[in-house]
């Protein structure tokens, strides 16, 4: 029970990462926070947290609504007392070839993935600079290395990674720890609602997740390196694989990249 009477806060936890980092989190003797638009998938993962014994609440709201910030980080401080470990984790997916996207697309998924960070970083940071705690953003592989027809998804995880590392070495000096994790494909249910070109969720995941990453298993993994305060965390063989080779051969790993996305299921490009 290392996060014995720690305050954690997951933002979008109604499903995959977030939910699994709530459970996770709480099963090492957190006090847990989650946030969510739909009041009914808030109860249901509630009601998961609570047959663990994890001490809990929900509060709906949007991530990409700054207003809902702050009132989710007041109603924490008031029902808890503080907040010691954020996770920003809501966010929302897009496949779309960009000269196809409405801009309202690239809007949604910037409020949601940035705006949502900077947000709820911004409410949640006054009591963490108290605790001394961490913040974590659940970035992603395409945090490092863009990938075609996720541009606006891209564009988001590039600007949390930068956000986060300005964070990071402004409050070095204050006792706080600041985590950028990045999974790589991971088995949930972003794809499904990911946005297509006019805004509408895709429905379906182009990609057989069989063989994923588990959300429970990227939640140990998390809740590992914040135990340990880590810096990053970049995810399976062949997100560090991404990682690595984009930083020595840039220019032949975008046609790699190119032809790996092209063999996606109705892929938008060939």
């Known amino acids: 029970m290392k996060l014995i009477d720690k305050v954690v806060v997951v933002t979008g936890a109604t499903s995959g990462i977030g939910e699994a980092c709530a459970i996770a989190f709480g099963m090492e003797g957190a006090k847990v926070a989650i946030t969510g638009r739909s009041q009914v998938k808030l109860d ?19 991530a990409g609504v700054e207003e809902d910030n702050q009132r989710m980080a007041d109603n924490v401080v008031a029902h808890f007392g503080k907040i010691d470990i954020l996770i920003n984790n809501a966010g929302i997916s897009m496949r779309a070839l960009f000269e196809e996207l409405d801009t309202a697309v690239f809007h949604k998924v910037m409020d949601t993935n940035f705006w949502g960070t900077v947000y709820a970083t911004k409410y949640c940071l006054p009591e963490i600079l108290k605790q001394e705690g961490s913040v974590i953003g659940i970035s992603s592989i395409n945090g490092y290395r863009g990938t075609p027809a996720r541009t606006a998804y891209t564009a988001s995880k590039y600007a949390m990674n930068g956000f986060l590392e300005s964070l990071r070495t402004e409050v070095m000096k204050r006792g706080v720890h600041v985590l950028v994790a990045c999974p790589g494909f991971t088995a949930s249910n972003i794809r499904n609602n990911a946005l297509t070109a006019a805004g509408n ?3 379906e995941s182009p990609r057989n997740e069989d063989d994923m990453m588990t959300a429970k298993e990227v939640a140990d993994h998390i809740l590992k390196a914040t135990i340990k305060k880590k810096r990053d965390l970049v995810l399976t063989s062949e997100g560090k694989l991404a990682v690595f080779l984009n930083k020595w051969i840039p220019g032949i790993m975008d046609g790699i990249v190119y032809n790996h996305m092209a ?6 490009f060939k």
């Open 44 to 62: 249901n993962t509630l009601v998961k947290l609570r047959k663990e014994g994890i001490d809990c609440m929900g509060l709906l709201a949007d």
């Open 201 to 203: 969720s895709q429905g």
């Open 263 to 268: 063999k996606e299921k109705d892929s938008p």
